[in-house]
Nanobody, 129 residues
């Protein structure tokens, strides 16, 4: 069984940048689509971004598109989320997830995200005004 470990969270000011890392271990993730979700305080978990196994297909939530960039390094079994122009509303626990079925990611919603195969424990990002 694989494992996902997030890192890179912290406290930043509005307008700053931050890069999150998700390191995968225990199996080869080179054929997995992997991505990020976030859960703001008191709210439901929401999709942020995903990248397919080759890195050629990326998916973004409209709320982060143009500000966040997802990428992956299959040699390191790692994905990244570069977050620029951060806003206070980006404050959340950010979770990494992985599933080999890219179609699941294309159809992701608040009702089916929990069926993705693997999840990390999360890393907290706090954006102050």
């Amino acid at each position: 069984q694989g494992q996902l470990v997030e890192s890179g969270g912290g406290l930043v000011q509005a307008g700053d940048s931050l890069r999150l890392t998700c390191a995968a271990s225990g199996t080869s993730f080179s054929h997995y689509t992997m991505g990020w979700f976030r859960q703001p305080p008191g709210k439901e978990r929401e999709f942020v971004a995903a990248v397919n196994w080759s890195g050629l297909n990326t998916y973004y939530s409209p709320t982060v598109k143009g500000r966040f960039t997802i990428s992956r390094d299959n040699a390191k079994n790692t994905i990244y989320l570069q977050m620029d122009s951060l806003k206070p509303e980006d404050t959340a626990v950010y979770y990494c997830a992985a599933d080999p079925n890219e179609r699941k990611w294309q159809l992701i919603s608040h009702s089916n995200y929990k069926y993705l195969e693997l999840w990390g424990q999360g890393t907290l990002v706090t954006v102050s005004t």
